[in-house]
């Protein structure tokens, strides 16, 4: 897969009952100048992400959209539950629409005239690169010449809740701040040496199995990790690697914040001669792993 375009807006916000959140409105209008009403936060993430992924440019009306989000549009199903459940009255009606896990994708593909396959995937914290497999998926058997690949998690308010969500609340100190973000990768199928490509992404059950699968790649530039690693791990990373940086926060992460690890790798050159090829390696929580390669030559 060759990247065509990336974008990623990776927020920190401060924990506690005073917090704010970032305006997304201008990163919208900057593409699209009519006011969009009655949107929630997570659809903002979704359309300002795609709108400035693509920024402007033409794209084929079969051009695949594949959004990903861990736990999707929080707030709005907050308030929905709170209307039937504690109010004992009926939702919203645009509550209750919006409460949709593909609400984000109907106003991004409305918006940029797309007709294709459009879908919505949440696997925990892997859900940006499953994503990614999907649209790697439909990119190699010629399904579609292009994918729009894109992860978005909010910050619902208040914050001592999404912490309780994030199963971060019993930390003590509990973090000061969380992230929330909206990460996105423009693909396209090619075999051309030019410009940036992704491998499909690898799912590595654990660190032995990570171990005998970096043993048959060929050497890695740059090993990025999107969460710290143990001592264990750092070890095992240095028999295969002659640098390895971890991207990663103090902050309570959202659940697709290793997208935002991946475009940041991609807006790095991975070459460092001779080796053109990088490696973006993630997992959950208590795993398993998924490698993706970056590389200045196909994968």
């Known amino acids: 897969?060759?990247?065509?375009?990336?974008?990623?807006?990776?927020?920190?916000?401060?924990?506690?009952?005073?917090?704010?959140?970032?305006?997304?409105?201008?990163?919208?209008?900057?593409?699209?100048?009519?006011?969009?009403?009655?949107?929630?936060?997570y659809i903002q993430l979704c359309v300002a992400g795609g709108l400035n992924c693509i920024a402007g440019q033409p794209l084929h009306p079969q051009t695949g959209v594949y959004l990903a989000s861990r736990v999707g549009a929080v707030s709005t199903s907050a308030k929905t539950m709170i209307q039937t459940e504690q109010k004992a009255e009926m939702p919203k009606p645009l509550h209750f629409v919006n409460t949709l896990g593909n609400s984000a994708g109907f106003y991004l593909t409305q918006l940029l005239g797309l007709t294709g396959t459009a879908v919505v995937v949440s696997q925990e914290w892997l859900s940006f690169e499953s994503a990614l497999l999907h649209a790697w998926l439909d990119l190699q058997q010629g399904r579609i010449d292009c994918a729009l690949v894109g992860g978005f998690d909010e910050?619902?308010?208040?914050?001592?809740?999404?912490?309780?969500?994030?199963?971060?609340?019993?930390?003590?100190?509990?973090?000061?701040?969380?992230?929330?973000?909206?990460?996105?990768?423009?693909?396209?199928?090619?075999?051309?040496?030019?410009?940036?490509?992704?491998?499909?992404?690898?799912?590595?059950?654990?660190?032995?199995?990570?171990?005998?699968w970096l043993q048959q790649q060929k050497p890695f530039a740059c090993i990025q990790t999107s969460f710290t690693?143990?001592?264990?791990?750092?070890?095992?990373?240095?028999?295969?690697?002659?640098?390895?940086?971890?991207?990663t926060r103090t902050a309570a992460l959202h659940g697709v914040f290793s997208g935002a690890a991946l475009v940041h790798l991609v807006e790095q050159s991975p070459v460092r001669a001779p080796i053109r090829r990088a490696l973006h390696l993630t997992r959950g929580p208590e795993g398993p792993y998924c490698a993706v390669i970056v590389s200045l030559e196909p994968v």
């Open 229 to 247: 690693p143990d001592s264990a791990e750092a070890e095992l990373l240095a028999r295969h690697t002659d640098h390895h940086q971890a991207f």
């Open 155 to 212: 910050v619902p308010l208040p914050t001592s809740h999404q912490l309780e969500r994030l199963d971060q609340a019993h930390i003590s100190p509990p973090p000061t701040h969380l992230t929330e973000g909206t990460h996105w990768l423009l693909l396209e199928r090619s075999t051309s040496p030019s410009g940036t490509n992704l491998g499909a992404p690898h799912w590595l059950a654990d660190s032995q199995e990570l171990d005998q």
């Open 1 to 41: 897969m060759r990247v065509r375009a990336h974008y990623s807006l990776l927020n920190e916000i401060e924990s506690g009952p005073n917090a704010t959140l970032p305006a997304l409105e201008p990163l919208i209008a900057r593409w699209h100048h009519t006011r969009i009403r009655r949107i929630d936060r």
